[in-house]
């Protein structure tokens, strides 16, 4: 009877490591939906004006993000006050996001910097934040920026070595 229980114990205990080592091996994004493309501009008015009339819409309004009080956002792990002009063309499968820098030290500025307009970013709607960035990490992925938005929050993941662009990720509150 003892060997039988040592026996059951061990195959439990083995069938839990496998499961925990399973987990850490298949790690993916948990998704193959692609909520948003990011773009940076220099002038979100003109690039607004140009996808509205490629879609035959109306011009988006712009928005500014908020303040570092309300947006907690961090860049390369300081604290940054990182503002952007933003405007969403809200297509039926997915949201192009305008961005125009506009101050503070930022991902949206250095990829201005560095590439100039463009792609900036691939977005996905995830469950778990922080599992998410540690997963992205073991990938090759670097946490680059963070922050808060009114029903939600954000962050970038930089993968321009192995998948060519920033990755975001997006929860909400609800």
């Known amino acids: 009877m003892r060997k039988l229980i040592c026996l059951l114990t061990l195959v439990f205990f083995l069938t839990i490591s496998y499961g925990v080592?399973?987990?850490?091996?298949?790690?993916?994004?948990?998704?193959?939906?692609?909520?948003?493309?990011?773009?940076?501009?220099?002038?979100?008015?003109?690039t607004s004006k140009a996808y509205a009339d490629l879609?035959?819409?109306?011009t988006p309004q712009v928005?500014?993000?908020?303040?570092?009080?309300?947006?907690?956002?961090?860049?390369?792990g300081e604290p940054t006050n990182a503002r952007a002009k933003l405007a969403f063309i809200r297509?039926?499968?997915?949201?192009?996001?305008?961005?125009e820098p506009i101050g503070g030290p930022s991902t949206?500025?250095?990829?201005?910097?560095?590439?100039?307009?463009g792609v900036h970013h691939i977005a996905f709607q995830v469950e778990d934040m922080d599992e998410t960035i540690a997963m992205l990490e073991t990938k090759g992925g670097e946490l680059v920026q963070r922050g808060d938005?009114?029903?939600?929050s954000y962050?970038?993941?930089?993968?321009?070595?192995?998948?060519?662009?920033?990755i975001e990720l997006l929860t909400s509150d609800d």
Not at 21 to 46: F, P
């Open 149 to 152: 938005f009114t029903g939600g």
């Open 63 to 76: 928005s500014e993000t908020d303040e570092y009080s309300k947006t907690n956002a961090h860049y390369k």
């Open 55 to 58: 879609f035959g819409i109306e």
């Open 108 to 117: 949206w500025q250095e990829f201005l910097d560095k590439h100039g307009e």
């Open 21 to 46: 080592y399973a987990q850490k091996e298949d790690r993916s994004l948990n998704t193959q939906v692609v909520t948003q493309i990011g773009l940076v501009v220099e002038d979100i008015e003109k």
């Open 91 to 99: 297509l039926e499968n997915i949201t192009i996001e305008i961005i």
């Open 155 to 166: 962050s970038y993941v930089e993968s321009q070595e192995k998948l060519k662009t920033i």
